[in-house]
């Protein structure tokens, strides 16, 4: 089993719509996540972190479960500049060592 | 505020060839990290400066180097270039290395070896 993975997608959605993706992580001692978004050919940049209690930004809603080992980002109200490959990132055994999966690609059409 | 830089943007060599990438970050961070990038799989990461002084290595060393030049400056050196490290590579810097903290990437490096 990969430490980190998500589904590469791609979501095609329409503006206006919301959308949620998961990110399953292997190492229960993992302590610190993350959502990065990265546009093509660009770098990646921080998005959220992700909190136990769960946290919101805008219109990003970003939660933790651990029993089930797994994080989600939920995206209300798309629009077209959200189009991008979302990164999910995990401080795999509570380290310093992050894990990245290798990204859920959204699309959002008129 | 410039944040990370990192330079070539794009280069392509012939394989046997060296070639360093250079990297700067001005944010007086701590940490920094050279990660590589492939299609289909996440970054994954070559080498690590936790602080001025030392380097270790990450999931992907072999064929690379490192030298962490001072504060600052953090350059990567393909030895012996191999069509295998055609990727893009990206540097990054963190204020502690912790792994809780936001990375601040550079705007990457497109490699090809042919």
């Known amino acids: 089993r990969k430490e980190v993975e998500q589904d590469p997608g791609p979501f095609n959605v329409p503006e206006g719509a919301t959308v949620a993706f998961n990110c399953t992580y292997s190492n229960s001692a993992s302590q610190s996540f993350f959502w990065y978004r990265q546009d093509c050919r660009k770098e990646p940049k921080l998005l959220m972190s992700?909190?136990?209690s769960g946290n919101e930004d805008g219109r990003f809603t970003a939660q933790l479960n651990r029993a089930s080992q797994y994080i989600s980002l939920l995206i209300r109200d798309s629009k077209l500049s959200d189009s991008a490959t979302y990164l999910c990132?995990?401080?795999?055994?509570?380290?310093?060592?992050?894990?990245f999966g290798t990204g859920t690609q959204l699309k959002v059409e008129l | 505020n410039a944040g990370v830089t990192q330079t070539p943007k794009f280069q392509v060599l012939k394989t046997g060839q060296s070639m360093t990438l250079q990297c700067a970050q001005d944010m007086n961070h701590n940490s920094m990290y050279w990660y590589r990038q492939d299609p289909g799989m996440g970054l994954r990461l070559i080498y690590y400066s936790a602080s001025e002084g030392t380097t270790d290595k990450g999931e992907v060393p072999n064929g690379y180097n490192v030298s962490r030049l001072n504060k600052r400056e953090f350059s990567l050196r393909l030895e012996s270039a191999a069509p295998s490290q055609t990727s893009v590579y990206f540097c990054?810097?963190?204020?502690?290395?912790?792994?809780?903290?936001?990375?601040?990437f550079g705007s990457g490096t497109q490699l090809s070896v042919l």
């Open positions: 990132v995990v401080n795999t055994g509570g380290g310093n060592k992050l894990t």
């Open positions: 992700v909190y136990s």
């Open positions: 990054a810097s963190s204020e502690t290395g912790t792994g809780r903290e936001k990375l601040f």
